[in-house]
């Protein structure tokens, strides 16, 4: 019986990516649900940090600064997610602004190709429903396309427009794996396969771990009890770390999925210990 009640989410995005809530919002909510800690891993952004961590400080929620990279491999996408990071790193954050500089121009270029098909949307539009500094993507822009009521459902931006199909999608700058995975590594992290399950692309991981790949997310929202086994045994199997989060957007995908997944508080005191092995230190 594990009496260790302590519940803890690894994976969440704020308004700093495509999350709908803020960082105090996002703070406010953990603690309300009792979690113990909780990841900050936007997309290509580590901004919404710090302002966490003045929100939870002395109120028993600890904040674990991480990101959610994307890398392309062979024609399909994966993310990585790095713990623990030292977000404070200048040359990170000058990488991540070159990623997030490219997000905007490609989403004007998505925009055009919408204003093309007589869709009326402005890119001004799109960005103030993120962050001015933030990390801008597809879903910014379906939320905008349904507060303009060009279509009746998230879903349907995805299906009928901006889908990696769809006729006004737009490629973004996309990292190599092994870029993805050096940069965590880099900054003193620790560089996790993010929700496996939906990649479903189990025979990559060989080559991630050559990189130096040292964690699978077992548990997400996505993952039911099977693959949640299956990615435990798979972890064990190549002797990688387990992480778990539920990759809560805020509200934006309907109620808050944070808190969700129950994660046990064990999974961070095995990646702090993983953590101080490779690197010699404890981040925070
Ligand atoms: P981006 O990083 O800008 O390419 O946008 C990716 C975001 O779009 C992710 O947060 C996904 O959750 C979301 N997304 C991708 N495909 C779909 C889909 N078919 N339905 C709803 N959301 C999607
Ligand atoms: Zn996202
Ligand atoms: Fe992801
Ligand atoms: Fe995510």
Known sequence: MNSDRRYIDLHVHTNYSDGTFSPVEVVRYAIEIELTAIAITDHDCVDGIPPAMDEAKDRGLEIIPGLELAAEIEDFEIHIIGLMIDWKDPWLKEQLREIRNARKERMKKMIEKLNNLGIGIKLEQVMALGREEGAVGRLHLARAL??????????????RFIGRNGPCYEKRMILSPQKAIEMIKRVKGIPIFA????MRHDEIIPELMEYGLMGIEVLHIDHNSNASNH????????????????????AGKGYPLMGRVEVPYSFLETLKEAQKKEYGVNQQ
């Open 231 to 250: 990615y435990k045994q798979l972890a064990q199997n190549h002797g990688l770390l387990l992480s778990g989060g539920s990759d809560c957007h805020g």
């Open 195 to 198: 929700h496996p399950g939906n």
């Open 146 to 159: 349904l507060e303009g009521g060009y279509i009746h459902s998230i879903r349907q931006a995805f299906v």
